[in-house]
């Protein structure tokens, strides 16, 4: 069956406007351009005619050019950055060992905020950034083939592809010193096992959506004994695929804690998605036998 020509249009404009918001005149234009002309054809009507923004209380929570560039996505994401810095400032106030990493950068927006939140709280650490650079995989498991968002097409193998390495180094150097900065380009599987383990980890901030990827980057840490007392596992999807437990990032947490024998404290929700745990000790597979 053809799709109605309609269609086609909008999906035209959206993709000349995604082209058009990467391009590098558009600073010229301004957020504000971009944005009259995604109301226009009422694209995406939330960029300016956001509900929220007429109830006072929420009206000033985001910056205005947050508000317009966002909508009332804005909101989460503020949360999500809350969460981020107070982790940060956590690790750094409670003497908990090790580097920070980030498992999923897309377009270095919660890699910066935990950049620019290791600065503000003199973090010791490193940071470290694990993408494919090359988005989504084709999951191999079916835990992920039945996921709502992958049968969707939210979450298709290429989906969430962000900016490159290049892009995202320049974006954290303006908050911290570039040799604190480790880019690990490539799947987790590969990556992951990469990193010496004389390295640990404080901190962890798991955004790569899939179960099969969220195993692939927490398995080799557990296992290898590289997360450190007391550190904060923050989950950005949890309660993505209807908060179900057979999938995505809670069926891996829930797989590597029978495996680890993890002990942990529940640190609860944050934002309509993220959830964060602090660990308290395991059995590496490697260091305790
Ligand atoms: C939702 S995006 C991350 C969003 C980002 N944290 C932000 O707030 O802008 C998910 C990212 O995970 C990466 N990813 C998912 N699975 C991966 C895997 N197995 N290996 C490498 N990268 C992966 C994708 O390339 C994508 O950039």
């Given at each position: 069956m053809s799709q109605p020509k309609q269609n086609n249009e909008v999906s035209k404009i959206v993709r000349w406007l995604r082209y058009l918001e990467r391009h590098p005149f558009t600073p010229m234009f301004g957020v504000n351009f971009i944005n009259f002309l995604r109301q226009s054809g009422d694209l995406e009507r939330r960029f300016i005619k956001d509900p929220l923004r007429s109830i006072p209380e929420l009206?000033?929570?985001?910056?205005r050019g947050e508000q317009l560039r966002y909508g009332s996505e804005s909101r989460s994401n503020q949360i999500i950055a809350d969460a981020l810095l107070l982790g940060i400032e956590y690790a750094a106030s409670a003497s908990v060992a090790g580097d920070v990493a980030e498992f999923g950068t897309m377009k270095g927006r919660t890699a910066q905020v935990l950049a620019a939140a290791m600065a503000a709280f003199r973090h010791k650490g490193r940071l470290h950034l694990f993408d494919?650079?090359?988005?989504l995989p084709e999951s191999p498991s079916d835990r992920d083939r039945t996921s709502y968002h992958v049968q969707e097409g939210?979450?298709?193998?290429?989906?969430c592809q962000g900016i490159g390495p290049k892009a995202l180094r320049i974006k954290c150097k303006k908050f911290l010193p570039e040799d604190n900065i480790i880019i690990h380009q490539g799947w987790y599987s590969e990556t992951v096992?990469?990193?010496?383990?004389?390295i640990s980890f404080g901190l962890v901030h798991v955004d790569c959506d899939l179960y099969q990827s969220t195993i692939e980057a927490l398995d080799p840490l557990f296992a290898r004994g590289m997360i450190s007392e007391g550190a904060l596992i923050l989950f950005d999807?949890?309660?993505?695929?209807?908060?179900?437990?057979?999938?995505g990032e809670r069926r891996a947490w829930i797989e590597c804690c029978e495996k680890h024998r993890i002990d942990y404290s529940d640190g609860g929700d944050y934002s309509w998605g993220g959830h964060k745990f602090i660990v308290h000790d395991y059995k590496s597979l490697e260091k305790d036998t």
């Open positions: 009206a000033g929570r985001i910056s494919s650079f090359e988005g939210a979450w298709s193998e290429g989906a096992k990469k990193v010496a383990d004389t999807d949890w309660n993505c695929n209807r908060s179900s437990r057979e999938r």
